[in-house]
């Protein structure tokens, strides 16, 4: 009889059979009835602890799950639930709620990391149009300036001194190239993302590239009495490439290093053997990159925050050329070697599906390979030919002459 | 070829029927760890044949986030063509219903409380 009491409403009925049943221990008066009463009110007072510190554990339980979704709702996922090994109701609640908070937390990193990018690409652009106004904005100012002058003093004179007018004429030419050149910059790195760059590779000597990027280039060492240094580690420079592109991307190197290199040091240009690769490094003496913007520089209007302030530029040459490195199947890199800035290209030696005597076999092996650069970091290191490392060509003429 | 394997965390065979049965040991926390331990394992056991999974996890208490994430991944759907995943208690359900997670995955799987629908599921289920 007391079991089917029990087996009804837990509290409320509690208290109701413990009534009865001192009714019934009161009216009976019999012994047995009397012991029967005794046990079932013994029993009742077992259960009745039971439900009181299962209901004692069921508060904790649920303030503890309680106080864990309150972290979870001020972005605290570090708060976990302890789970017991019963695997209860409240347990499948307290690990329901620890998954969710590791999901939530792995949903919060993701959306900061997000908005950081968010953030850095918005100050990225906004310095990329800045630049890009100032970059637009100074050639355009000379051209009309220049056009206003000229234009100023033929209606002063009547006709204007001739050295005058080449004077006007020719700054408004080397603005107008710079103009040009900055937009050819922004199509090109367009063309690139879009993949509608045409890179058109051939068999051929790199020393080519060079030798045409220095004499490019030579004015813009001497204004900063620069020599060029070219050190041949390896007898054969033949590799795949654009001519047109790989000139666009030595340059675009060679120019930075020059911009940065201190006055009246040298740049040295290093050609080397990689793993199936012709690699050209590119020294300059001047400031480091920090370590944290090695990759950084490389993305589209970044430059490194050592050089950016009047270093000029928008930012897209070094993107334009790690773009169309890996168009061509190459790559480009940088590292802070001693008190300067190291940057490596390098240049598949040929074809991809060609084998090393298949395609070797039409290289000039004739060069002279005269002084051998040290392993640089994250490559092979190159076999010394000669340790004393001397210089092939002092200057830009040695290697055109 | 290993028919049976044991780890920290689980023990698994493969039975007659091709199925690989794997049983979470009682009141284990399971981790990254313990979870690419159990997939090589499995791999190996395995020879290299994608086979259905029968997954105990009754006496699980917690899985990491890692975990679900390796063993909802490739290298999971490299062994298992299908996971039956057999849950009891709240808890174990709850971790189950985690471990599925809540979009498409690489292959199929499904939460059990009975074994034997839990076999005829994978007997049924492609691959």
């Known amino acids: ?401 | 070829m290993a028919t049976r394997i044991e780890s920290r965390a689980q023990i698994g065979r493969l039975d007659d029927e091709g199925i690989i049965r794997v049983r979470a040991k009682p009141g284990v926390d399971l981790t990254l760890e313990d979870a690419q331990d159990l997939i090589q394992k499995l791999g190996a056991m395995g020879g290299g044949r994608r086979r259905p999974a029968l997954i105990d996890l009754t006496g699980i208490r917690s899985i990491s986030r890692e975990a679900r994430t390796y063993l909802r991944g490739p290298q999971t759907a490299g062994i298992e063509s299908a996971a039956a995943l057999l849950v009891g208690s709240p808890l174990s359900q709850v971790i189950g219903r985690f471990l599925i997670g809540f979009g498409e995955g690489l292959f199929p799987a499904r939460l059990f409380t009975s074994e034997l629908e839990a076999l005829a599921w994978l007997s049924s289920s492609p691959g």
């Open chain 1, 1 to 401: 009889m007391t079991k089917r009491i029990l087996s009804g409403d837990l509290a409320g009925s509690l208290h109701l059979a413990r009534r009865a049943l001192d009714h019934l221990a009161d009216t009976c008066g019999t012994p047995d009835a009397f012991a029967e009463a005794a046990r079932a009110g013994a029993e009742l007072d077992r259960v009745e602890r039971r439900l009181a510190a299962a209901q004692a554990d069921l508060d904790r339980g649920m303030g503890e799950i309680g106080d864990a979704i309150f972290k979870l709702a001020s972005l605290d996922f570090t708060h976990t639930v302890p789970v017991s090994e019963d695997g209860t109701v409240l347990d499948g609640l307290r690990g329901g709620v620890n998954m969710l908070a590791e999901e939530l937390a792995a949903g919060h990193r993701e959306l900061v990391r997000a908005k950081v990018l968010a953030e850095q690409g918005a100050v990225a652009k906004s310095e990329f149009l800045s630049n890009m106004s100032h970059e637009l904005r100074t050639p355009m100012h000379a051209i009309l300036n220049y056009t206003e002058m000229a234009l100023s003093r033929i209606t002063a004179d009547a006709e204007i001194e001739r050295p005058r007018l080449q004077k006007y004429l020719t700054n408004m030419r080397i603005s107008g190239k710079r103009l040009l050149a900055l937009i050819n910059d922004v199509l090109d790195l367009s063309k690139l993302e879009a993949g509608q760059m045409r890179i058109s590779r051939k068999q051929g000597d790199f020393t080519s590239v060079v030798k045409q990027c220095l004499a490019e280039l030579d004015s813009l060492f001497k204004a900063k009495t620069i020599e060029a240094v070219v050190l041949r580690g390896t007898p054969d420079c033949e590799a795949y490439f654009d001519f047109e592109r790989m000139v666009q991307v030595l340059e675009n190197v060679l120019g930075n290093a020059v911009r940065f290199a201190v006055r009246g040091s040298t740049v040295e240009i290093a050609l080397r053997e990689g793993p199936g690769t012709l690699i050209c490094s590119v020294y300059n003496e001047g400031p480091s990159i920090p370590e944290a913007e090695l990759e950084d520089i490389f993305d589209r209007f970044v430059q490194s925050s050592n050089v950016k302030n009047g270093a000029g530029g928008t930012g897209l040459g070094l993107a334009i050329c790690r773009a169309t490195m890996s168009a061509q199947g190459g790559r480009i890199w940088a590292q802070n070697t001693l008190a300067g800035v190291t940057m490596h290209i390098s240049i598949p030696r040929q074809r991809p599906g060609l084998d090393a005597g298949g395609a070797a076999s039409g290289i000039s092996r004739g060069r002279t390979g005269v002084a051998s650069q040290g392993a640089v970091a994250g490559e092979e290191p190159v076999a010394d030919e000669d340790p004393g490392r001397r210089g092939y060509a002092a200057g830009a003429k040695g290697l055109r002459n």
